[in-house]
């Protein structure tokens, strides 16, 4: 049975979920939270705080919010590359700039 959106209940298992999603497609998700997040939301269990019950309790078909984070793993695969260092900047000392002058 879904909660009310306005239920303390309602917004820790929302908490949960969104836990969940920003550690599988998060901007800074790591590895190891990325893989026990990706084996939680593939998981066919419906137990308490299971995926499949979390996302009926919040009124989310299960299958379709599992395609839609896939999609965008895809998505942040495809356009992810290397990046690159940038360029340490330029600073000038002051007893340099202080040289100078006189």
Known sequence: MARPPDSPSWRFV???LER???DTVGPTAREGDRNDSLAWLG??????????????QLGFDADWLRERVSRRQRTYRD???????????????????AARAK
């Open 20 to 22: 969940a999603l920003l």
């Open 79 to 97: 356009r992810a590359t290397p990046m690159e260092t940038p360029p340490a900047p330029l600073v000038e000392s002051r007893t340099r700039t």
């Open 43 to 56: 998981s066919d269990d419906d137990a308490p705080f299971s995926f499949r019950w979390v996302a009926a």
């Open 14 to 16: 929302a908490a949960v």
